[in-house]
């Protein structure tokens, strides 16, 4: 689905790009332009660097977990984390796809549910 004003990803044209991170109260924050401006840059090692630490902390995740001694507070801790790190790579999954989406031609509704 294409947000409102976005165009296709064509060669000289401008999209909309949801930001990995928030604005002001958790809104989102997108930039608008080809995707090789400052912005889009600083976005694309923000969500690098996001995916990198979702999974080390997939890793530390699985040791925590495979430790009979792990206390409840550090599960709790290591669920925020996981939460925290979810939620960022859920933006990162939409950003991208909805910039898959803007380099696909217009098609019909139904082609798109595959009917």
Avoid: N
């Avoid at 999974?55 to 801790?77: K, M, N, V």
Wanted: hydrophobic fraction near 35%; proline fraction near 5%.
């Amino acid at each position: 689905m294409r947000a409102s004003g976005e165009r296709t990803g064509l060669p000289g044209t401008s999209a909309m790009r949801l930001l990995p991170w928030t604005g002001t109260g958790g809104k989102p924050c997108y930039v608008v332009g080809d995707g090789t401006g400052h912005v889009s840059r600083m976005a694309d090692d923000v969500e690098s660097i996001q995916l990198d630490m979702a999974d080390e902390l997939l890793g530390h995740a699985a040791d925590l977990l495979a430790d009979d001694a792990s206390t409840g507070p550090q599960i709790r801790f290591l669920a925020d984390r996981l939460t925290e790190s979810l939620r960022q790579i859920v933006r990162v999954a939409e950003s991208r796809g909805s910039r898959l989406d803007a380099l696909l031609p217009d098609r019909p509704e139904t082609a798109v549910k595959g009917r």
